[in-house]
């Protein structure tokens, strides 16, 4: 995705903390209005990179430029309150003696007094926070001060939104209401948003731009269709799906796997080769397998598989029922299609597009 419009360019940021490097050579584009979201382990560095476009980071290389103004480069600092960010914490750290009221005008102390009477009036209208308007912090559910402290962000009309684990603490029926209400509000006012998140989930339903980081380097990034359908490298795919290693190897053109052998011209090594369980399916052309235990997880049905030459059981996964029990035999296969290869021992490295020019021997 190339950005027409950028609101923010990031060129190979690097900072570190004495050996830790927290960020290495980190570059992305966001456009504006687009959500860009970090998504990565804990200790990834994904906290680090938000404080460091806020301006609370200093750089120890790269530069951030913001709505086309350098504010953190060689010989440049912009203050953290010249960015015109709005920050969102993941505990809202709303002011507890001060209401909603004040709270949302809380930033907007240079504004005359009309005028921060209307843009509160303004954001409480749209965000639609007149009931709430004179109570206070304690007197708000999880959800409310959430959309409270997304008021004061955005108050004071940043460029950017900042938004740091800003779902973490609702409950997850909440958090599927709260996340939708929010994503409409920020598309509503158009604003570029950065969201730091370490749940994949949550990355590929928010982002336009999902960026995945590992021990503070970027390890891929795009929209969150591409990187969930065709990850680049194995790290991706085993960070946003649930997946079975298969062992396998290229021999004479031919891909030898225990669930198969596949045609696989001009390709060779023992690659790593990835199957998503949603991708395993009983069916009679199959090798044979014995069924090792079945469970319903809601509308998932998981089986697990013995499949010789597996060292793992095979997962399965689907929406539909097998009266299945441990010890009954089955065939299963995979969609040639569905077989995700990665160059060997290479977490990095792109896997290219020989996943279709597999074809079933
Ligand atoms: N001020 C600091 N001093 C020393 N090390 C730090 C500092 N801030 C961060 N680090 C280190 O830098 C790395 C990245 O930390 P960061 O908080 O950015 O990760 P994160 O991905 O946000 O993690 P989490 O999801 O747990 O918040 C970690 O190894 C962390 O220990």
């Known amino acids: 995705m190339t950005p027409t419009n950028s609101m923010l360019v990031l060129s190979a940021i690097t900072r570190h903390f004495g050996q830790v490097a927290a960020l290495q050579s980190i570059s992305l584009e966001v456009g504006s209005g687009q959500i860009l979201c970090l998504v990565g382990h804990s200790g990834c560095g994904k906290s680090t990179l938000l404080r460091a476009i806020a301006g609370i980071e200093a750089l120890d290389a790269g530069s951030i430029v913001i709505d086309g103004k350098v504010v953190s480069g060689p010989g440049v600092f912009v203050e953290p309150e010249h960015r015109r960010i709005g920050f969102m914490f993941q505990d809202y750290a709303l002011f507890p003696h001060l209401s909603v009221r004040d709270n949302i005008g809380f930033g907007l102390g240079r504004l005359s007094r009309g005028e921060r009477q209307s843009r ?26 959430q959309r409270v402290a997304l008021a004061r962000a955005l108050a004071p009309q940043p460029r950017l939104l900042l938004m740091d684990e800003p779902f973490s603490n609702l409950d997850r029926v909440l958090r599927d209401k709260v996340r939708l209400e929010t994503l409409s509000i920020i598309k509503q006012f158009g604003i570029t948003a950065v969201v730091v998140t370490h749940d994949p989930e949550e990355a590929l339903a928010i982002g336009d731009l999902v960026a995945l980081m590992q021990k503070g380097r970027l390890v891929e990034a795009g929209s969150g269709s591409r990187i969930y359908d065709a990850p680049w490298t194995a790290y991706a795919a085993r960070f946003f799906s649930r997946m079975n290693t ?10 030898e796997t225990p669930l198969g052998r596949f045609e696989a011209h001009g390709m060779e090594g023992d690659p790593t080769v990835l199957v998503r369980p949603q991708s395993v399916k009983i069916s009679a052309e199959g090798v ?10 809601g509308e998932i049905e998981e089986l697990l598989l013995e499949i010789g030459g597996l060292d793992e059981p095979l997962i399965m996964r689907g929406t539909g029922r097998h009266e299945l029990r441990p010890g009954d035999r089955v065939c299963v296969s995979v969609n040639p299609r569905d077989i995700m290869i990665f160059p060997e021992n290479d977490d990095q490295s792109r896997s290219g597009s020989n996943i279709n020019s597999l074809k079933p021997l």
């Open 120 to 145: 509160i009036d303004e954001i409480v209208e749209r965000i639609g926070l007149h009931p709430l308007i004179d109570r206070f912090p304690h007197m708000l559910s999880g959800g409310e001060q």
């Open 246 to 255: 298969i062992p396998a190897r290229f021999n004479e053109n031919v891909l």
């Open 288 to 297: 044979p397998a014995i069924i090792l235990d079945r469970m319903i997880l």
